[in-house]
């Protein structure tokens, strides 16, 4: 029972770091933090690493630390929720910034629907130069619209 309760911790960790990212990028990178999104939104940025990268730090942080105190003494609840916070930057990563940024070219030759579909709704984010005016903060979950799309131009 006590590992059917920590499996559902980390999923609904997950599930919710999606809500984290959306509030995170709209209200505080096209915030004030500003400052370290702004070169993510400037095209053909020529370095493999952008001030934008600080945000994985800050988000890396909480989950290393619930990973040491989730494990002093026996393992708890807390490791768990650090658990579910690495996984979707695992799984942040990997759409964002190899799927649909190409900054690695790991998985260059995806047609999926459903990666379409991000990709899609993030160019629509990044149409925006500024922290304006800004739309579809998500990652995982964006407006379905995107989706339908990428699937009826796959028919």
């Not at 809500?19 to 004030?32: A, D, N, Q, R, S």
């Not at 940025?45 to 942080?61: L, M, T």
Request: glycine content about 10%; proline content about 3%; charged content about 20%.
């Amino acid at each position: 029972m006590e590992t059917l309760l920590y499996i559902m911790i980390t999923l609904l960790v997950f599930v919710s770091m999606e809500g984290v990212t959306w509030l995170t990028h709209k209200y505080i990178m096209h915030g004030l933090g500003w400052y370290f999104h702004e070169d993510h939104h400037q095209p053909g940025y020529p370095h493999i690493f952008e001030k934008n990268d600080f945000f994985f730090v800050v988000f890396a942080i909480p989950s290393i630390l619930l990973f040491y105190f989730g494990t002093r003494g026996e393992i708890n609840w807390m490791f768990f929720v650090g658990l579910g916070i690495l996984l979707y930057g695992i799984g942040y990563f990997l759409v964002h910034d190899v799927l649909i940024h190409r900054r690695f070219k790991w998985f260059d030759k995806t047609n999926n629907w459903y990666f379409r579909g991000l990709r899609k709704a993030h160019k629509i984010h990044h149409k925006h130069l500024g922290k304006e005016d800004g739309e579809c903060f998500g990652m995982l979950f964006v407006p379905l619209k995107y989706f339908r799309e990428a699937k009826l131009s796959t028919l």
